[in-house]
């Protein structure tokens, strides 16, 4: 059992995307994390007035 | 929906897809849609009008995002139009017609679902009429391409007021009207000092086609047909003195200045001062007649 190599530690640090250097990968990185919160934003909006255009359908604030 | 910038490969932000729905358009579109909501007999509940409002604004994007898709090529070869998210390759081509159908599709279907079908269908023909009729048919044809395109843009007060009452009556045809009748003295004014602009892009306007002679003529001339439009609420009975007295006061000022616009020979876009304070007042003319005649309109009610 001891004779067992011991795996490599993995690294939890800023990863590379692609064949892109770390500083690109920064900036792909924060350009989806940039899309990823509007895209986030207008769904909460959308959920938000589709629960208040259901709620005015049915009637139940008149 | 990646685009190679400098050496590497960028997704599109979000403020490119934000400029591809053309938000200073948008915001009178929004405005005037939003008097022809309030100007309107009856009530109605203020979720169903917001979410009104914003299909509107959601389908002028739509539109703007469809513009863009076709012209990109033509943006490029304009100072005004070539930092634009897809002449300045930014974003994708493909990206801009997929955003521009996806929402184009969501303001009709939601405004359909949520408010009326009326509202709904003209919002849809407005969308077609600005993205095929006027982008792709008429502006690259014929230098009468903004009188008729005009209608693209006078369609929203129209679908504010078929929102609130699920019909058209004759106070929305005038308004529409009052829309159509302001674009052309409008557009020509920034295309008689943007004439070169135009002009690199090969695109047909009224000053590259007939001269700047003709074009300052047909401003003056068109100012009379708005004139005349503009106050016909007011003298048909519709609205009261409030929007009376604004429509009389900004006519005879867009007057003078179409009056200065026609007198002046200026050849040199540098020296068109007349011209670019008739555009500039223009926009001001449209944001003032429209909030005149919905406050009046609720006054009156």
């Known amino acids: ?62 | 929906m990646t685009i190679a910038t400098n050496n590497i490969s960028l997704p599109a932000d979000w403020r490119d897809f934000w400029a591809l729905t053309k938000p200073r358009v948008m915001s009178l579109v929004v405005f005037t849609a939003l008097c022809g909501l309030l100007a309107a007999p009856g009530s109605i509940h203020p979720v169903l009008a917001f979410t009104a409002i914003l299909c509107i604004a959601t389908g002028a994007g739509a539109s703007g995002a469809l513009n863009q898709w076709y012209e990109a090529e033509l943006d490029a070869k304009m100072k005004r139009t070539a930092g634009r998210p897809l002449p300045d390759g930014r974003m994708e081509r493909e990206s801009a017609l997929q955003f521009g159908i996806g929402l184009a599709a969501f303001s009709v279907g939601i405004m359909g679902v949520a408010v009326n079908w009326l509202s709904a269908g003209i919002l849809a023909f407005s969308i077609f009429f600005y993205a095929v009729v006027y982008t792709m048919w008429l502006k690259p044809n014929t230098p009468q391409n903004i009188v008729i395109g005009g209608a693209a843009g006078a369609f929203p007060p129209v679908i504010g007021w078929a929102a609130v009452t699920g019909d058209i009556t004759l106070l929305p045809v005038l308004m529409f009207a009052l829309i159509f009748f302001w674009t052309p003295p409008h557009f020509w004014a920034l295309a008689l000092f943007m004439k070169s602009d135009y002009g690199a892009a090969g695109i047909p306007m009224l000053p590259n086609v007939a001269g700047q002679r003709a074009t300052r003529n047909q401003i003056f001339g068109y100012s009379f047909v708005l004139a005349a439009v503009a106050v016909a609420p007011w003298l048909l009975g519709m609205t009261g003195i409030i929007y009376g007295a604004t429509a009389v006061l900004l006519n005879a000022l867009f007057l003078v200045l179409a009056f200065a616009s026609w007198r002046s020979e200026s050849i040199d876009a540098a020296d068109m001062k007349a011209e670019k304070r008739l555009f500039a007042f223009s926009v001001l003319y449209l944001f003032i007649a429209f909030a005149a005649l919905a406050l009046d309109r609720m006054v009156l009610a």
């Not at chain 1, 350009?31 to 005015?56: D, E, M, P, Y």
């Open chain 1, 1 to 62: 059992m001891n004779d067992q190599a011991t795996p490599p530690p993995v690294d939890m640090g800023p990863r590379k995307v692609g064949d892109l250097s770390l500083e690109e990968s920064n900036a792909v990185r924060a350009r989806q994390a940039g899309r990823s919160k509007a895209t986030a934003f207008v769904l909460f909006g959308l959920c938000a007035l589709f629960f208040a255009i259901t709620v005015v359908k049915v009637g139940v604030w008149g």
